[in-house]
């Protein structure tokens, strides 16, 4: 009777996971459908002006000008190009530079504050950073910049988008270094390289798909900001002239659907076109991760353990060798150009061939030292590089809260606005940020964290599975903007749920999935083999052995992804601007279905509508910073808490 109770026991247990897997699928599947929802209704809302204009007519316009019937989208193409192209070259240098101090330079001590450090700037809210870019960068540009005819540019929005990428560029590459096996480093130690060698030519490219990871979700969050590109770059929608020149004003995809759905006729011409404007940048992320994922696929296979692979590259090592060295030269030309390119923009052109030439001959000495003194020189960099992230960043919390804490009192933070909001206080706002972020989590949390687990611990690489991957990463790239069309879509028209909290918390969760299904998977991964085969061997099924082992080992990580998960949820203006908030209101609705004020968006309305509030400006700004920290704080001192219960 005993054996028999056994075996039945064993069969429950069996079925049981069978189930819970076929659960974590489905969710896991929620991605695609998300996706192909998505495209389903952008691509129905973009047919009319496609048959209208002409597909080749609309992308090749030099136009657009939809009042006199003329919508040529190549202005707005370039502009957006242009803009995340200059983004990372601001971002991935300093970004990568930073990644690696923290990782392989700075001592544990330093690095226990640095990273904490990175993670709470990366929850600044993308319409905190537009408000800056519009008090303080592009007035610098106007005063310092020689040729500048306005502030309002090119480079004022790359400038701005690169250093809101840093954050999640850092912390992402960060963990990918640190996921690189000891063992590496102490064999390359082993062999006589130096700790910088080690770091360059060993770890660096073993953890070149993490990185890449890291580059995906900076590129994403580039070509997807809507407000501080449509508050510092000018909006004009013309192709600079000549191309290279970054004081030019432009107008992106992004801040054109923006500026011009809150008013455009449902059903015309006109609003078929700004979907066919949110089709094309859908697009352009599929492209982005079509490269990513080849990226990735060489990453595999140059460090994987496939045998045909390696015997493959053996029998292609002399042309291999060849390749590298021309894309070595190429990557090198390419590097001159841009540099060149940038410093005739912001110096003219006599001084910025003398400064491209003088960075060159620092490049070559630097290729000419020992290598015990190129390891100080690059260590001593590295330092610099991580400071000016930091300072970067300081700075503009130091000017926010300098100007906003003295505007902070009892009765703005709990009376209604009043003369459009020029006066009175930001309560309403205040209460609908939280409603947002709390309905937000409790949509997105079991989801995400349900969809990561099933890729981490029961998917095996087949084809559903990389259909799940390239769902996920798709809807990771999709520009927030394209979620905000389509929660109007969808939500808001067409299952009728109008302008209202629950339309504004599905988008927004819709929008933060793909964030916490990465990391919790990736948190997953790294927890040791022999912890789950230890459990399984003492008789626990395998969702038991996930309960018990992995998830509260794995705890550390997930909480990485939700906190960057909730403040781009606290921060986002676009997806909510077309589905839940409204710019005034003198009280508050208690359904799901009303609509909400939310900090994000007052904070915009009164930096381009209201003139004369300053003061309610950066009390706005502080308010919706302090509650975006505190969130940060709390689920910093819960990851560190599980990452001294669980250190293995």
């Known amino acids: 009777m005993e054996k028999a109770d056994r075996v039945n026991f064993m069969k429950r247990s069996f079925d049981k996971d069978d189930l819970i897997r076929l659960g974590l699928m489905a969710v896991a599947s929620a991605a695609v459908v998300i996706v192909l929802f998505i495209f389903a209704f952008i691509i129905s809302n973009s047919l009319d002006s496609v048959r209208e204009v002409g597909l080749w007519d609309f992308i090749s316009g030099s136009i657009w000008r939809p009042s006199g019937g003329e919508f040529g989208a190549f202005p707005l193409i370039s502009g957006t190009l242009l803009v995340t192209l200059g983004a990372l070259m601001f971002a991935l240098p300093l970004g990568l530079g930073a990644a690696i101090f923290i990782s392989e330079i700075a001592p544990a001590r330093y690095r226990n504050i640095l990273k904490p450090i990175c993670e709470v700037f990366s929850g600044i809210p993308s319409v905190v950073y537009g408000f800056f870019g519009l008090m303080v960068v592009v007035p610098f540009i106007l005063n310092n910049m020689p040729g500048a005819t306005q502030g309002e540019s090119w480079l004022a929005g790359s400038f701005m988008l690169g250093i809101m990428a840093l954050p999640t560029i850092i912390t992402v590459s960060e963990d990918a270094l640190n996921a690189v096996p000891r063992s590496y480093r102490e064999a390359s130690l082993a062999m006589g390289a130096t700790r910088w060698e080690t770091t360059i030519k060993v770890v660096v490219p073993a953890a070149v798909s993490g990185i890449t990871a890291a580059i995906i979700l900076g590129m994403g969050r580039a070509i997807g900001e809507t407000m501080a590109v449509l508050m510092v770059t000018g909006n004009a929608a013309i192709v600079p002239e000549p191309i290279w020149n970054m004081l030019s004003p432009v107008r992106t995809l992004t801040a054109t659907l923006a500026m011009e759905m809150s008013y455009v006729a449902v059903g015309s011409t006109h609003y078929s076109a700004l979907f066919f404007l949110a089709l094309l940048l859908l697009f352009i992320v599929l492209l982005v991760n079509f490269l990513s994922n080849r990226v990735m ?39 001159v150009i841009l540099l060149f390119v940038a410093l005739d923009s912001w110096l003219g052109l006599l001084y910025g061939i003398v400064a491209t030439v003088a960075v060159l001959a620092l490049g070559t000495a630097y290729s000419r030292l020992p290598s015990g003194n190129r390891q100080t020189v690059s260590y001593f960099m590295m330092a610099t590089v991580m400071a000016t992230v930091i300072l970067l960043l300081v700075l503009i919390l130091g000017h926010i809260f300098m100007r906003g804490l003295p505007v902070l009192s009892i009765d703005f933070l709990t009376q209604y606005p009043r003369n459009a909001g020029l006066s009175g206080g930001i309560y309403p706002a205040i209460v609908g940020t939280l409603k947002l972020i709390v309905g937000t989590m409790a949509i997105a949390l079991p989801l995400g964290i349900g969809a990561g687990v099933y890729l981490g611990e029961y998917s095996r690489d087949s084809r559903g599975t990389r ?153 706005t700004a502080v308010v919706l910073l302090l509650i975006v920290m505190s969130i940060f704080l709390a689920a910093s001192l819960l990851r560190q808490y599980y990452s001294k219960k669980f250190k293995w």
């Open 467 to 619: 259909l799940l991957r390239a769902g996920i990463e798709n809807l990771n790239g999709t520009p927030s903007i394209v979620f905000g069309l389509f929660g109007f879509a969808a939500f808001v028209i067409y299952f009728g749920m109008g302008y209202s909290l629950i339309a504004g918390c599905l988008t927004l969760a819709f929008l933060i999935l793909p964030v916490i299904i990465r990391t919790t998977e990736e948190a997953v991964k790294t927890v040791p083999p022999e912890l789950k085969e230890a459990s399984l061997a003492l008789g626990a099924s395998k969702w038991e052995t996930v309960t018990k082992v992995v998830l509260p080992t794995a705890f550390p990580g997930i909480i990485t992804g939700s906190i960057l998960a909730i403040g781009r949820a606290a921060g986002e203006t676009a997806p909510i601007m077309f589905t839940a908030v409204v710019a005034y209101q003198t009280r508050m609705g208690s359904s799901l279905m009303d609509p909400v004020m939310a900090l994000p968006y007052h904070l915009y309305y009164l930096a381009t509508n209201v003139p004369n509030a300053q003061d309610q400006q950066y009390g």
């Open 297 to 335: 696929r060489r990453t595999k296979r140059k460090f994987g353990c496939d045998v045909k692979a390696r015997k493959k590259a053996l029998l292609k090592l002399p042309r291999s060798r060849i390749w590298s060295e021309y894309s070595h030269l190429i990557m090198k030309a390419v590097f």
